[in-house]
């Protein structure tokens, strides 16, 4: 994907959910989609295996599971 093919993504997508972007604005997302994309690249060519990267588990505040000493 060129820098033009990014661009092109950010300014339609903006149109789809109906935000206003400026030039600049557009611009520097832009940018930052293309420095995120080089590095899922990076990331993509190392051999990994599952337990490499091991998932956390999210648990939003106050949902914490009872300890046993509260049991």
């Known amino acids: 994907m060129t820098d ?6 950010v300014r339609a997508s903006a149109a789809l959910q109906g935000l206003a972007l400026d030039e600049a604005r557009a611009l ?3 940018q930052h989609m293309a420095r995120t994309a080089h590095l899922a690249q990076l990331l ?7 337990h490499d990267e091991l998932a956390e588990i999210f ?13």
């Open 4 to 9: 033009a093919d990014i661009l092109a993504y």
């Open 28 to 30: 520097r997302v832009a």
């Open 44 to 50: 993509d060519g190392v051999a990994m295996e599952p």
């Open 59 to 71: 648990r939003p505040l106050g949902t914490e599971p009872p300890s046993i000493n509260t049991l």
